[in-house]
C-alpha cells in the first residue's frame, strides 16, 4: 500500500514540473519512476543519483525524498524533505510525504526539527488520523526531552577493534577472553564468523579465529560463552542439520584451544523461523534468544527456554514489558540473575535499536524497560550489550566512529547490575584427596538465590553469589557423610576459594546440621531450617541402607532437666520433619541430650552457641 502511495505521489509531482519549468528534472524523475514500477531499483537508484536539480521547486525536493525513504536511504531522504519544507512550509507535502518527513527527522537525531513540525498550525490539516503517527510522535518527544537529560558516557574503544566490523562481544565472568562476531564488509560476500582475544595481563591479543568446529563455510551470527568459560552458544544459518534459516548450536571446550563438534540445540529450541543472539544465564538454566517465530509480538521478539533434565524445554515469550510490535534484540541476563538487558526499536527511544535494562525477580515477574539514557543511546543502533560481574562496567557495539565495533564504558547509575563473586569450589575425599563427584546446593540465606548443580569428576564446581552475602552450601554424595556450612562474603571479596572435606560414611561419624533454627526457648521449627531438613531428607534418601539419630543439644542455661527435656522435642521436630519429606521411619530415630555433651565449656556467649547444635549420628546399616 505504501509502495502504491508513492506511485500516485511521483504521478503528481511529476506532473507539476512542466508547469514549475523544471522539465529537465521532470524526464530524469518519470525514468526512475519507470524503474521503480518495473522492479529495477538498482538502476533507479543509479539514474536519482544522476540527476541535476535545475530549479528550486518543494514539489521536486518532495519526490526525491520519497524515493529515497523507499530505499531506506534516511539521511538522504531527510535532506530533500527539509529543503522542501524550508522552501514552502508544509503546503506542498502530502499524506505520505509528511509521515516519512517525519520519521526521517526522528531516525536521523533531528528531534528538534519534528517537534517543530508537529506544532505548525497548519499540521493537523495535512495528517489524518495514524496510529504509527502518535506513536513516533510519542517516542519524538521522548528524545526530544531525554537529550536534554544526558548521562556521563565516556566509550573506550577496544584494541581488537579494525576498520572492518566487529560486533556481539561475549566474555565469561572472569573476563580472560572476550569472543566476538568478526564481518569484512569490503568482500562482496560478507560472510561473519567468530574471533577471539585473550586478556594478557590487561593486554587484549591479537585476535584468531575461533576454530573450525564453530566456524564454518556457513554464516556465524552471534554468539555466547558461559560463566566459566567452558562453553559456547551461538547461531549459525542454512547448516545441513538446520530447522530453518538460522539455528542455535552448542559447543564445549577441549583444551585450551579446541573446541568441539558443534551440536544443534535440536527442535525443542530452533523451529523453521529465525533464531539468533542467544544469550545463557550464569547457571546455564536458562538459554535467552532472539526469534521471529509465530506466537510474538511482532518482529523479532526474545524468548527464552528452560534446561530441565538435561534437556531445553519449549521456549517462552519474555512479555510485553520487553517485547513490542518492532524488533528485540541481543538478550543479556546479568550474574545476579536478577538485572536484564537487551536492544529494541519497539520502546522509546532515541531511533534504531536502542539499549534497555529491566529486573526480573525470583517469581520470574519482569518489570517496565528503561532506556539507557542519550548519548549511551542516539539515532544510530545500539546493541550487544554485556555488563562485568561487578554491575558497573559494560561492552556493547555501535557505530561511533563510522564502522561497527566494541566499545567498553562505565554505566549510569538506573543501569548498574548487582556486584557479585564467583565462588570457586573443590570437594575431595578426606582420606584418598581425589575429588569427588557430589549433589551441591547452595542458598543465599536472603532466600534471592539458590543453585542446584555437581562438582565434576575431579570435584571442581563454581557459582556466582552478591557481595555481602551470605549462603549455605550442602553437599551430598552416595558412600560419603552429608555436609552442610555456612559462609559469607565480604565487600571487596570478588573471589572466594572453598575447599570441601568428605569423610566417608561409618557409623559413630557425626554431621552437623547448621542451618536449623528454632523458635526462641521452644522447639518449633523455623520455616527456614525445612531448607535445611528437605536437603538431608534427599541425601537420606539416596543412602537408604544407613540408620540415623537426630540428637539435641543444648547449652547450660536453665535446668538439667529443662534442657534435656526441651534438646528432646527439638530432636523429634526434626525426625517428623524428616518423615514428612519421605524419610523411612526404619531410617530414623531420635534423642535429646540437653547439655550432656557440650563442644566447649567456656562461659562465654560464643560457646554457648556452639553448643546449641542439632546432630546427626550414623548408628548403623540394615543391609
Not at 540527476?51 to 531506506?72: L, P
Not at 517525519?102 to 498550525?121: P, R
Not at 565434576?456 to 552442610?484: C, K, Q, R, W
Request: contains cysteine.
Amino acid at each position: 500500500m505504501r509502495i502504491l502511495l508513492l506511485f500516485l505521489s511521483l504521478f503528481v509531482l511529476t506532473s507539476s514540473f512542466g508547469q514549475n519549468q523544471c522539465k529537465r528534472a521532470d524526464r530524469k524523475l518519470k525514468k526512475v519512476e519507470k524503474h521503480i514500477v518495473s522492479g529495477a531499483h538498482d538502476d533507479a537508484m543509479k539514474l536519482l543519483l544522476k540527476i541535476e536539480r535545475t530549479c528550486d521547486d518543494s514539489f521536486f525536493n518532495c519526490a526525491v525524498g520519497d524515493i529515497y525513504f523507499m530505499f531506506q536511504e534516511f539521511t538522504k531522504s531527510y535532506f530533500f524533505y527539509l529543503q522542501c519544507y524550508a522552501f514552502n512550509g508544509l503546503i506542498d507535502f502530502n499524506t505520505l510525504s509528511l509521515s516519512n518527513f517525519l520519521e526521517t527527522a526522528y531516525l536521523t537525531g533531528n528531534y528538534n526539527v519534528f517537534d517543530e513540525v508537529i506544532n505548525c498550525d497548519d499540521f493537523n490539516l495535512n495528517i489524518t488520523a495514524n496510529t504509527y503517527l502518535d506513536k513516533l510522535i510519542k517516542k519524538n518527544n521522548f528524545a526530544f526531552h531525554q537529550k536534554k537529560d544526558s548521562v556521563f558516557f565516556a566509550p573506550v574503544l577496544l584494541s581488537i577493534n579494525s576498520d572492518k566490523d566487529e560486533y556481539f562481544p561475549s566474555m565469561p565472568i572472569d573476563t580472560t577472553i572476550i569472543i566476538y562476531t568478526y564481518r569484512n564488509k569490503d568482500l562482496k560476500f560478507q560472510d561473519e564468523d567468530f574471533y577471539i582475544s585473550r586478556n594478557q595481563n590487561g593486554i587484549w591479543s591479537n585476535p584468531q579465529k575461533l576454530g573450525d568446529n564453530i566456524n564454518s563455510d556457513y554464516r556465524e551470527g552471534s554468539l555466547s560463552v558461559s560463566l566459566d568459560g567452558q562453553d559456547v552458544f551461538f547461531a549459525s544459518c542454512h547448516r545441513p542439520d538446520s530447522y530453518g534459516g538460522c539455528d542455535l548450536y552448542y559447543s564445549t571446550l577441549i583444551n585450551d584451544t579446541l573446541w568441539s563438534q558443534s551440536y544443534n540445540l535440536g527442535s525443542s529450541v530452533n523451529s523453521k523461523y529465525w533464531e539468533s543472539q542467544p544469550s545463557i544465564s550464569a547457571d546455564g538454566n536458562f538459554l535467552f534468544f532472539t526469534s521471529n517465530r509465530d506466537g510474538g509480538y511482532g518482529g523479532s521478539d526474545i524468548w527464552m527456554s528452560r534446561k530441565y533434565n538435561n534437556a531445553w524445554l519449549n521456549p517462552v515469550n519474555l512479555g510485553p514489558f520487553i517485547n513490542t510490535s518492532s524488533d528485540e534484540a541481543t538478550p543479556f541476563l546479568h550474574y545476579d540473575n536478577q538485572t536484564f538487558y537487551f536492544s529494541s526499536k519497539g520502546h522509546d527511544g532515541f531511533g534504531g535499536f536502542d539499549l534497555y535494562v529491566t529486573h526480573m525477580d525470583s517469581l520470574g515477574n519482569i518489570h517496565p524497560a528503561t532506556n539507557l539514557g542519550y548519548p549511551i543511546n542516539t539515532h544510530y543502533d545500539e546493541s550487544g550489550l554485556i555488563v562485568a560481574r561487578d554491575g558497573k562496567k559494560a561492552y556493547y557495539n555501535a557505530d561511533i566512529s563510522g564502522d561497527l565495533n566494541i566499545y567498553s564504558f562505565n554505566l549510569p547509575d538506573k543501569a548498574h547490575a548487582n556486584s557479585v563473586a564467583i565462588i570457586n569450589g573443590l570437594v575431595i575425599d578426606s582420606i584418598s584427596r581425589l575429588g569427588v563427584q557430589a549433589d551441591i546446593f547452595i542458598e543465599d540465606l536472603n532466600h534471592v538465590n539458590s543453585y542446584h548443580l555437581n562438582s565434576d569428576h575431579l570435584g571442581v564446581f563454581s557459582f556466582i553469589m552478591p557481595i555481602e552475602s551470605a549462603f549455605s552450601i550442602t553437599v551430598s554424595s552416595e558412600h560419603y557423610n552429608f555436609y552442610s556450612e555456612n559462609y559469607s562474603l565480604g565487600k571487596e571479596e570478588y573471589v572466594k576459594d572453598l575447599s570441601i572435606v568428605l569423610d566417608r560414611l561409618n557409623i559413630g561419624n557425626k554431621i552437623d546440621l547448621d542451618n536449623i533454627y528454632y523458635e526462641f526457648d521452644d522447639f518449633s521449627l523455623k520455616e527456614e531450617s525445612l531448607i535445611e531438613i528437605e536437603k538431608f531428607a534427599n541425601y537420606l534418601l539416596v543412602n537408604k541402607t544407613i540408620q540415623v539419630q537426630i540428637e539435641g543439644h543444648t547449652d547450660n542455661i536453665g535446668s538439667e532437666i529443662y534442657n534435656y527435656k526441651l534438646s528432646e522435642k527439638r530432636a523429634r521436630s526434626v525426625y517428623e520433619a524428616l518423615l514428612n519429606f519421605g524419610v523411612p521411619s526404619r531410617q530414623l530415630s531420635y534423642r535429646g541430650y540437653g547439655y550432656s555433651m557440650p563442644l566447649s565449656n567456656e562461659d562465654t556467649e560464643a560457646a554457648r552457641l556452639k553448643n546449641r547444635r542439632t546432630q546427626v549420628k550414623v548408628i548403623g546399616s540394615y543391609e
